[in-house]
């Protein structure tokens, strides 16, 4: 695949469904960019929505394609299969692109052997949830702070953002589109895997940057926890340790029960012996983790004085971490 020696055209594809809130500030920003408008195309698929969200997008320059069926994986493939251009980028209608979003992106392109590029996900919003969203020890989504080139998908978010990614159009062609099958989330992380496996680079770069509309409220946040948490699960069931993917999932799957049980039998014999080491047994496998991770957060307020999170962030990381293994669990025994 030959270097690109003038700018290459780019398609931003942009998958909704009522998103009639949030989708007019990203087609704003999408005006905005600094790149040649002659070679950008923006696509937006739109799944069959029941609000105002297509009224708003006919106000732009951009194309909208109507699917009747559901799903973000569906209106993925339906804009690559619509564009024109090398580069298919993508974003979500609750974001907001910076002015060098596309140029920044391009850049990475240079090197033929980069087929797949991400970057960080910041948070549009400064309420309690966003914060947390962006400050916790594992965040929401994936930020990065120094450039990578990478050669396979490897944990703890050293992957793409489906709300910041881009890949060459031939290649996911080649490799195959986006799994329709996977729901729910790390659908993104399993086409890059694909790319990555086919002998291509993926690129980690923190000057790739958008803002995203993370949710409200405590409650909308476990959920979608849950959510990504079955969609772990699925890839693992449909995958079976072929992937990077379904491996970590096989992992988190078994730490996850292998704790339950623990627990389980550690409250049983603590409710029904008299020894107090099954008492102590069960604080070091549940009040234990709290005090380490608070710590950690201590450590933190000493520079950003954010005191507050000492209490609270270590609680919120726990329910967290209960929803995403229960959405796990609860997709494998589905």
Not at 143 to 158: A, G, Q, S, T, Y
Request: glycine fraction near 6%; include cysteine; hydrophobic fraction near 40%.
């Amino acid at each position: 695949m030959e270097a690109y020696k003038t700018s290459p055209s780019v398609t931003v594809v942009v998958p909704v469904r009522n998103g009639e809130q949030t989708i007019q500030p990203l087609l704003d920003s999408l005006q905005k960019l600094d790149y040649d408008r002659n070679k950008v195309e923006v696509i937006v698929v739109d799944g069959n929505s029941t609000d105002n969200t297509r009224e708003i997008v006919k106000r732009y320059p951009v194309k909208l394609v109507v699917e009747e069926k559901k799903g973000l994986n569906l209106a993925r493939n339906i804009g690559i299969k619509c564009s024109n251009y090398e580069i298919v980028a993508f974003t979500d209608s609750d974001c907001i692109v910076p002015p060098n979003w596309i140029t920044k992106i391009v850049e990475n392109f240079k090197d033929p052997k980069v087929s797949c590029v991400g970057g960080s996900a910041k948070a549009l919003d400064g309420d309690f949830v966003s914060q947390y969203a962006d400050n916790s020890i594992v965040r929401l989504m994936p930020f990065f702070k120094e450039r990578e080139e990478l050669e396979e998908v490897k944990p703890f978010f050293r992957h793409p953002a489906g709300c910041n990614m881009a890949f060459r159009r031939k290649v996911a062609e080649e490799v195959g589109y986006f799994d329709e099958n996977i729901q729910y989330g790390f659908d993104e992380v399993e086409f890059a895997d694909r790319i990555c496996k086919a002998g291509y680079k993926m690129v980690l770069d923190p000057e790739v940057t958008v803002w995203h509309k993370h949710r409200a409220t405590l409650g909308e946040f476990m959920k979608q926890n849950f959510q990504y948490g079955k969609g772990s699960g699925l890839v693992l069931k449909q995958n079976k340790l072929n992937d990077s993917v379904s491996k970590w999932a096989f992992l988190g799957a078994i730490g996850f029960i292998s704790w339950l049980l623990i627990v389980g039998v550690l409250v049983f014999l603590t409710l029904t012996s008299s020894s107090t080491i099954f008492t102590w047994l069960l604080f070091g496998f549940t009040g234990l983790p709290l005090i380490i991770v608070a710590s950690v957060y201590a450590y933190r307020a000493v520079r950003n004085k954010k005191f507050i999170r000492v209490v609270t962030y270590p609680f919120i990381d726990f329910f967290r971490t209960l929803a995403f293994c229960s959405g796990q669990l609860y997709q494998l025994l589905k």
